[in-house]
């Protein structure tokens, strides 16, 4: 009798787990022959555009749980090969971007550029991350995620019953768009549905806005955890800002080893001089480093004086040297915004991870108007850039900032020629306008190569 049950039970969850199968599992594929899988296609399902979607996220810090039946459809825009994008999935349809927190890596094998996407949202979260909306799941107040609006759908059950692979259609062309469209689109604030988009940006110049900034022309942004593990990760005395300067950082993003090598150096003890690649200001704004040590020494000595110790120098001196001593042991890599300037005056950030394949790779000398790596007798002249990539906008308490993002490695060139969709052809909602003519780039990142004295060492592209 018992053997009886257990076998009605089994054949029982095996029904119930085709009926689910049939109605709710997506079909996965393979990277090398995309053409041969058999694809959903759930069009008479979705309920939303993308910016429909979005526009359900009202409040900011107030993420919105959906209830409703509601579906989306978008195509795959973003790609993690080359590790620059992580855990997320960027989807576009006419009206917009939605990033989405898929929480697992190498997603360019199962979600190709260019496949339609679609997404079960019911049970799902939209919030917003330093102005870029995402769909995620609930976060835990007490987890790893609490301080986001959404954590990332990681468990394999959710992301089987509400994202579902399409068939494919060609990878999204990027779009141009000008100074004045992102200017425009900063004024605008995240609703805009420029973000997200794959875009293609002229005449990016290095440096920063010296109204903002009256002692720096050049900056990069970044920030570095004394403990990267601790219960209040944003505490100052935990988390130091690197925003003043360049601090000699010439490389895309900073690894864990680079950045361990750049404490025990020194290198962001003190500013760096932006006139003079590795020379020290005297004139220093910030010293961030400094201040996190100092921050930590005053809660401690307020600490033992609270218990009625007095603190001498030389225990001061030693606290100073732990610190010093956790932050280098708890170097991690960190991602880095390099700052450049458009025509219009507008900042542009490009944002690269530290955990990118090409996350120490030098920024090209010709485009920070550097004496070449190679050649230290050569010096070149700040030449502009023209960038592929995702753009978003980064809000934080200095302001807005639109930042790119690399699909591709900035310092290879492209497995094949890109086309790209000039400004001319892209309407006012940034979707391309019918009989469009597209242009070829080959890499992701090209510049002139001028030298000081104006010599012509020829074009990357």
Not at 28 to 41: C, D, Q, R, Y
Not at 326 to 339: C, G, K, T
Request: aromatic residues 12%.
């Amino acid at each position: 009798m018992k053997k009886i049950l257990i076998a009605v039970a089994a054949l029982a969850a095996f029904v119930s787990c085709q009926s689910l199968k049939e109605e709710w599992q997506p079909v996965l594929g393979s990277a090398s022959e995309p053409a041969s899988e058999e694809f959903v296609n759930y069009d008479s399902r979705v309920t939303h555009t993308i910016a429909a979607f979005k526009a359900l996220y009202t409040t900011s810090k107030s993420p919105v749980k959906i209830d409703e039946n509601i579906w989306i459809k978008g195509q795959v825009v973003s790609s993690d090969r080359t590790g620059n994008v992580y855990r997320e999935l960027y989807i576009q349809d006419g009206t917009g971007v939605l990033d989405v927190k898929v929480g697992r890596s190498s997603m360019y094998s199962d979600y190709h550029l260019g496949q339609w996407i679609y997404i079960n949202c019911k049970g799902l979260v939209l919030g917003e991350y330093d102005g870029t909306l995402q769909l995620g799941v609930e976060k835990d107040s007490r987890g790893p995620n609490a301080d986001y609006e959404v954590a990332y759908i990681d468990a394999q059950f959710i992301i089987d019953t509400h994202i579902f692979k399409g068939s494919p259609d060609g990878r999204i062309l990027p779009i141009e768009v000008t100074p004045e469209q992102i200017k425009a689109a900063v004024s605008a604030g995240r609703q805009h549905p420029l973000w997200g988009r794959y875009v293609y940006v002229k005449d990016l110049t290095y440096g920063c806005n010296t109204g903002h900034y009256t002692h720096v022309n050049e900056k990069v942004f970044f920030f570095i955890y004394k403990d990267p593990n601790a219960k209040d990760k944003k505490a100052s005395t935990n988390r130091f800002f690197f925003s003043d300067g360049t601090y000699s950082v010439n490389r895309w993003a900073i690894t864990k080893n680079r950045m361990s090598a750049y404490l025990k150096e020194g290198r962001l003890d003190k500013g760096f001089d932006w006139r003079a690649e590795g020379g020290l200001r005297e004139d220093r704004y910030d010293d961030p480093l400094g201040d996190g040590i100092e921050a930590n020494l005053k809660a401690y000595v307020e600490e033992r004086e609270d218990m009625g110790e007095q603190v001498s120098e030389a225990a001061r001196e030693a606290y100073r040297k732990a610190v010093r001593e956790e932050i280098v042991r708890n170097a991690a890599a960190q991602s880095v915004s390099q700052y450049f300037l458009l025509p219009n005056g507008q900042e542009l950030a490009i944002r690269s991870s530290g955990y990118g394949r090409f996350a120490d790779k030098y920024v090209p000398a010709e485009i920070l108007g550097r004496r070449d790596y190679d050649n230290p007798s050569v010096q070149y002249r700040r030449n502009p850039a023209c960038v592929l990539g995702l753009i978003n906008l980064y809000t934080s308490s200095s302001g807005d900032t639109p930042q790119i993002t690399f699909i591709e490695d900035p310092c290879e060139e492209l497995p094949s020629e890109i086309e790209y969709i000039p400004s001319e052809y892209v309407n006012d909602d940034f979707s391309v306008k019918e009989g469009a003519v597209s242009k070829k780039v080959k890499r992701v990142l090209s510049y002139d190569r001028f030298d000081e004295q104006g010599t012509d060492h020829g074009r990357v592209e």
